[in-house]
């Protein structure tokens, strides 16, 4: 053996240790990869159902505000009756009343015309005693 061949065996020898070495992370490295692929399996599997009900909520929940829409819809038709109700009433009753109040201040100023027209004595303010 000469010097060269030497040097090519413990050449080949660190080569070999080197390969050795590398191989360990490419091994660990190739387990994460598994494992990120198990994992966004899992999430795969886990989100599509949490998609299906989220959908199945918005749905049910579009279907519960077509109905409160309805409702508010009509709770303004019956808000808008009352106000007209009210008005009806107002205009039918309101009149004669304002009728009613001036006859009856008209009567009560003719009396008291008639009466002589007498006036009520003043009272006379207290002192404040200290």
Same mark, same amino acid.
């Given at each position: 053996? +000469?010097?060269?061949?030497? &040097?090519?065996?413990? &050449?080949? #020898?660190?080569?070999?240790?080197?390969? #050795? $070495?590398?191989?360990?992370? %490419?091994?660990? $490295? #190739?387990?994460? %990869?598994?494992? /990120?692929?198990?994992?966004?399996?899992?999430?795969?599997?886990?989100? /599509?159902? $949490?998609?299906?009900?989220? &959908?199945? /909520?918005?749905? *049910?929940? !579009? /279907?519960? %505000?077509?109905?409160?829409?309805?409702? +508010?819809? !009509?709770?303004?038709? &019956? +808000?808008? !009756?009352?106000?007209? $109700? @009210?008005?009806? @009433?107002?205009? +039918? @009753?309101?009149?004669?009343?304002?009728? %009613?109040?001036?006859?009856?201040?008209? @009567? =009560?100023?003719?009396? =008291?015309?008639?009466?002589?027209?007498?006036? =009520?004595?003043?009272?006379?303010?207290? *002192? =404040?005693?200290?």
């Amino acid at each position: 053996m +000469t010097g060269g061949d030497i &040097a090519g065996l413990i &050449a080949a #020898g660190i080569f070999a240790v080197l390969v #050795g $070495l590398l191989t360990i992370p %490419l091994i660990k $490295l #190739g387990k994460v %990869l598994d494992e /990120t692929s198990r994992s966004i399996r899992e999430i795969t599997d886990h989100t /599509t159902p $949490l998609l299906d009900e989220a &959908a199945d /909520t918005i749905s *049910s929940t !579009n /279907t519960q %505000l077509q109905r409160v829409d309805q409702i +508010t819809g !009509n709770v303004a038709d &019956a +808000t808008g !009756n009352v106000s007209a $109700l @009210v008005s009806l @009433v107002a205009a +039918t @009753v309101g009149g004669p009343l304002i009728k %009613l109040a001036g006859f009856s201040a008209g @009567v =009560r100023a003719a009396f =008291r015309h008639a009466g002589g027209g007498e006036k =009520r004595p003043r009272r006379r303010a207290r *002192s =404040r005693k200290a």
